[in-house]
């Protein structure tokens, strides 16, 4: 069974950086085609894709993002780190993290996490 | 605005058929799969259709998937209440070292 969840902070201000943990369980990070990705929904908005990393360390971006985007994973505690620098309010949004196989899309998501940018 | 483009809004009455469509680009739906993906209010996206017009285990055979160039289509036969949702279509796009993209999601009454 697939899981992943969430953690993080659910404030932050203007300027600071985002650090955001996906803790997930039920497959590895490790074998060979999987994949974990972040995606974020602004309140009442569409979702957008925002960074992805696969079993081979390779990572892909959101182009629009990619500046301020920086994802990382450690097999041995199943986990997949987003880090956002320089945030605005603009970027208040609930962020989810995904199983990604190859192929197959974002077939297991976790709850998601509402963090706001506010001073 | 989202790369993919999908109609804000669909409707349709218990029982009936209703598509949503969603148009790219040669970089992307024209070259790579289709996915769809359905957010019930207060939740999580959930998988709808992988690989164009694949259905994962446990969906419903009421939803189909298309693609045909650059659109695709989701249709939904024998609308139910417990259909209305948002849905979003979505595809790798091969331009800037690769990227997924989504579409701006269609909201689904069901009058």
């Known amino acids: 069974q697939i899981t992943l969840k969430e953690s993080g902070p659910t404030l932050v201000k203007p300027t600071q950086t985002l650090t955001l943990t996906c803790t997930f369980s039920g497959f590895s990070l490790s074998t060979s085609g999987v994949g974990v990705g972040w995606i974020r929904q602004p309140p009442g908005k569409a979702l957008e894709w925002l960074a992805l990393?696969?079993?081979?360390?390779?990572?892909r971006y959101s182009p629009s993002l990619k500046s301020r985007l920086t994802i990382t994973k450690d097999t041995s505690k199943n986990q997949v780190v987003l880090t956002m620098t320089n945030m605005d309010p603009v970027d208040t949004a609930t962020y989810y993290c995904?199983?990604?196989?190859?192929?197959?899309?974002?077939?297991?998501w976790g709850q998601g996490t509402l963090v706001t940018v506010s001073s | 605005q989202s790369v993919l483009t999908q109609p804000p809004s669909a409707s349709g009455t218990p029982g009936q058929r209703v598509t949503i469509s969603c148009s790219g680009s040669s970089s992307n739906i024209g070259s790579n799969y289709v996915y769809w993906y359905q957010q019930l209010p207060g939740t999580a996206p959930k998988l709808l259709i992988y690989?164009?017009?694949q259905r994962p285990s446990g969906v419903p055979d009421r939803f189909s998937g298309s693609k045909s160039g650059t659109s695709a289509s989701l249709a939904i036969s024998g609308l139910r209440s417990e259909d209305e949702a948002d849905y979003y279509c979505?595809?790798?796009?091969?331009?800037?070292?690769?990227?997924?993209?989504f579409g701006g999601g269609t909201k689904l009454t069901v009058l």
């Open positions: 979505a595809a790798w796009d091969d331009s800037l070292s690769g990227h997924w993209v």
């Open positions: 690989r164009n017009n």
């Open positions: 990393i696969y079993w081979n360390d390779d990572k």
């Open positions: 995904a199983h990604s196989p190859s192929t197959t899309g974002f077939d297991y």
